[in-house]
């Protein structure tokens, strides 16, 4: 803002004085330049007097000229400080506040500071940079300096007012900075957004040309800014999209504020990479598109990772071959295309025998490097348009378009390929191989029914331990609903289709709940629950009971510490133990490391070896035994009294417990054959130091018997059914009948 500065008390005076010697000499050089008599000059004299009366008219119009000049100046300050950002405050000669013209930003800021006919040096007292500008204005001086009031930055404008030398006060314009400021830190932060954004940011003007660009943008597309400015928006376009590709954008972007997608842009290098494209309208005061700015951020690396993921969501991470997901995948697609091409589709599973025996001889590494080494030889074998996969551990499958007399043929080279040894370092490991193989529409229409008939027929082989033989090309079978797969077993572990549910066992003394036996289910997604009679041979043919039994272990530990926290009163906890386990000089050590992981104490455990295993091999149960009981677990023989009739052998057995099981009890008690049995049976455990505990109990009747025999626990029907561990907060002991174990309980009290 520029004005004309107030004119001076001391230029006003002599302007006056001027003008009046002016008149008083051409009063004089009338009267003594004419020939004037006494009378004459007399007119003289009132001639002169007349000027000076006007002269003293014309310095009061003066003065009222002046005065209606002040009161518009000030008029004016007002209307300036109303309508703008200024605030003028004016101070006398003795520091008093006069006057305050302020507008609605800074003047009311001011005019809660500056009250009038107050003194300035309240204000200045502990404002250093204004008190140095009130300093220098009453020196003379006009100056101009930045200082805060009342917390808000203005620009100062001090100028002094002085009459005739003499200071008398000075008036003081201040700006407002808060709104500048603001101004500029948002400019900082947008530059700093711009410069610092990982995103390249391009300002185009009103005709789309480049006015703007940061530095992201010479980053991801090579141009440097200046090649950029001054270019049409097609500089970074490829073919496609095409050059009319930001014409569709904008035409798009007349009836919306923004734009954005994903399209292909050139590197100055030449090459194309992918990006998502964001543009956005920025108008003008007057509602008209001022500029645009696009933004685009280079999604190259973002798909590269995409792909990466997908890839390795779909492929198996050792050998690099299809998982079993993209297997499925493409054996739907070809089931899809064998059915409306009228074409027969081969698929084989091919399961490499006794691979666990590898792993524990020569180490994982091995193992690994002779499944990577199996996936080459599998590919090397087939067509490139058919599929090798890797399911799960040693297991591989093929998917082949192929009628019925080429499947032969595949399944030969499948088989060949896999006889030579596998080179390892400096050794040389053969390995056998299990094939199986199902035609499509001959062995079944669905995946499922192909998979199972492929995975029946590899099993088959691997029974009947031929190696890579198997005559998989017959008719049909109907399929057997007792037969399971390893594969599907193995994808039950993976899959926590496995779970655990416990049978109580219950103190015939006391009628109280003593411990429980866990109970092994397999949650067949088709079958329903399966008892592990059914799958723990399967398991154990294929070498996968180390992984059942560990996984069981961490169950029961984890549950125990949950029903101790819930103050349940169960003191044990059985678990059944096949013959795997027995052999594995490690499994003591690893339940006594899963207890005491979470504070469970060993005599917690007790595990339950079939009689029939100790039969057959007692001299590995014995060593097994003797390392458990050093370690403080304990021990039962369940199913005692069902293989022999010698029931005497154990007194010899280190063991802690015996289970009578529910036929010989069945047998024993419905028949009558001698009533002395089972007491005698539960005498000579007794005689021995085994507790016993009777399976399958049923009813009332058989619990009152073996009551009155001295029998201590018991488990079956009567009380419970195997409950889920959540169910197991809840169980409460209630008779089935009337005179069931309370009844008999009285009995046994008074024999």
């Not at 499925?328 to 697609?333: A, E, I, T, V, Y």
């Amino acid at each position: 803002m520029t004005s004309a500065a107030p004119e001076s008390p001391r230029s006003a005076t002599t302007q006056r004085l001027l003008i009046t010697l002016f008149f008083v000499l051409v009063g004089v050089a009338v009267i003594f330049g004419l020939d004037l008599g006494a009378s004459g000059r007399l007119w003289g004299g009132a001639f002169i007097l007349a000027i000076w009366c006007a002269a003293l008219l014309m310095h009061k119009s003066l003065l009222a000229q002046r005065a209606l000049a002040g009161e518009q100046a000030a008029g004016a300050l007002s209307l300036i400080g109303r309508y703008q950002a200024l605030t003028v405050w004016q101070v006398d000669g003795r520091g008093q506040v006069k006057a305050v013209y302020g507008g609605e930003t800074g003047g009311q800021v001011i005019s809660r500071a500056l009250v009038p006919d107050q003194d300035i040096a309240r204000l200045i007292k502990e404002n250093p940079a204004l008190a140095a500008l009130v300093q220098s204005v009453r020196c003379g001086h006009r100056c101009a300096g930045e200082a805060e009031i009342n917390g808000v930055m203005y620009r100062h404008q001090l100028i002094p007012q002085s009459q005739e030398g003499e200071y008398f006060g000075f008036t003081c314009i201040s700006e407002d900075l808060s709104h500048e400021r603001q101004e500029a830190a948002t400019t900082r932060l947008w530059n700093a957004l711009q410069e610092h954004s990982s995103d390249a940011v391009v300002v185009l003007d009103r005709h789309r040309v480049v006015v703007a660009a940061n530095t992201a943008f010479t980053t991801i597309t090579g141009y440097r800014q200046e090649d950029a400015i001054g270019q049409r928006d097609n500089l970074l376009l490829s073919k496609p999209p095409g050059e009319n590709y930001y014409q569709r954008v904008f035409d798009q972007l007349q009836d919306a504020e923004s734009w954005h997608g994903e399209t292909m842009l050139r590197h100055r290098s030449g090459h194309l990479f992918d990006v998502r494209l964001v543009v956005c309208k920025v108008k003008d005061n007057a509602g008209q598109t001022a500029n645009y700015i696009v933004t685009f951020a280079d999604l190259s690396q973002t798909k590269r990772i995409h792909d990466e993921l997908r890839h390795l969501a779909t492929h198996d991470n050792l050998t690099d071959l299809p998982n079993r997901r993209l297997f499925l995948d493409r054996l739907d697609q070809g089931v899809r295309r064998a059915r409306r091409e009228q074409r027969q589709l081969a698929i084989f599973f091919i399961d490499l025998d006794d691979f666990k025996a590898i792993n524990d001889d020569y180490g994982h590494h091995v193992g690994d490097e002779i499944l990577r080494q199996a996936g080459s030889r599998l590919l090397g074998a087939v067509r490139e348009s058919d599929t090798v996969a890797r399911l799960a551990g040693d297991e591989f499958t093929v998917i082949a378009d192929s009628p019925h007399d080429e499947a032969a043929a595949i399944q030969d080279k499948i088989s060949t390929c896999l006889v030579e040894p596998f080179e390892i370092g400096d050794r040389a490991i053969k390995v056998s191989a299990s094939v199986g193989a199902a035609i499509y529409p001959d062995h079944g229409e669905s995946l499922e029914s192909l998979m199972q008939f492929a995975d029946q027929s590899m099993y088959e082989a691997k029974a009947r331990r031929k190696g890579t033989k198997v005559a998989a090309f017959q008719k049909a079978q109907p399929y057997n609903e007792g037969l399971y797969f390893p594969s599907e077993l193995r994808l039950a572990i993976r899959r926590d289709q496995l779970k655990l549910v416990y049978q109580p066992q219950i103190d015939l003394h006391t009628g109280g709940l003593m411990g429980v036996e866990a109970l092994l289910r397999w949650e067949h997604h088709c079958r329903g629950s399966i008892n592990p009679t059914d799958f723990m041979g399967l398991a154990e043919d294929a070498g996968i009971t180390d992984a059942i039994s560990t996984w069981t272990l961490e169950q029961v530990a984890k549950q125990l510490k949950a029903w101790r926290r819930w103050r349940m009163p169960i003191k044990q906890v059985a678990i059944n133990i096949a013959i795997s386990q027995i052999k594995d000089p490690r499994y003591p050590q690893a339940v006594v490391d899963a207890m005491a992981k979470r504070g469970i104490p060993v005599t917690a455990i007790m595990l339950e070896v079939d009689e029939e295993i100790y039969l057959r091999s007692p001299g590995l149960c014995r060593i097994f035994f003797d390392r458990a009981r050093q370690l403080g677990l304990r021990l039962c023989i369940d199913q005692f009294g069902v293989h022999g009739g010698e029931y005497a052998y154990i007194g010899n057995v280190p063991v802690d417990a015996v289970k009578i099981n529910q036929r010989l009890l069945s047998s024993q008690i419905a028949a009558r054959n001698d009533p002395r049995f089972i007491p005698a049976l539960v005498a000579l455990c007794k005689v021995a130091g085994k507790a016993v505990i009777a399976v399958g109990v049923e009813s009332s009747t058989t619990e009152s018997e073996l009551i009155l025999a001295g029998c201590e626990l018991a488990q079956g029907f009567l009380y419970s059914r195997p409950l889920s561990a959540e169910a197991m907060r809840t169980f409460r002991i209630e008779p089935a009948l009337p005179n069931s174990q309370w009844s008999a309980r009285e009995v046994s009290g008074l024999t």
